[in-house]
């Protein structure tokens, strides 16, 4: 199943923890967000184009990441979802979804 989609609409992202020395040998450990990218009008990019993902890194920078990085990242490393739903803005948390 795809992990950006939701039936009902709401928004997903992922949260990653890198450990520490996991990228440079003095790389802290920090979070980062991930997404799905879509176009300017909208339109759902498909998870095989490149930059189909954009990854938020308080380190590294922002930067799009391509379906076979999203891949190795998920490979990687723990990751949990965050829906945020419209009705309410409530914001749930999960892991069982790769």
């Not at 990687?76 to 829906?83: E, K, M, N």
């Amino acid at each position: 199943a795809d992990w950006w989609k939701r039936r009902d609409g709401a928004e997903v992202a992922l949260l990653v923890f890198e450990p520490p020395g996991k990228v440079t040998p003095d790389s802290p450990g920090h979070w980062i967000a991930v997404r799905k990218s879509s176009k300017p009008d909208g339109e759902e990019v498909s998870a095989e184009d490149p930059g189909s993902f954009v990854r938020l890194d308080p380190v590294r920078g922002a930067f799009k990441l391509t379906g076979k990085e999203m891949r190795q990242l998920l490979d990687r490393y723990r990751v949990w979802r965050v829906t945020i739903t419209r009705e309410g803005q409530r914001a749930d948390a999960d892991t069982d979804f790769v």
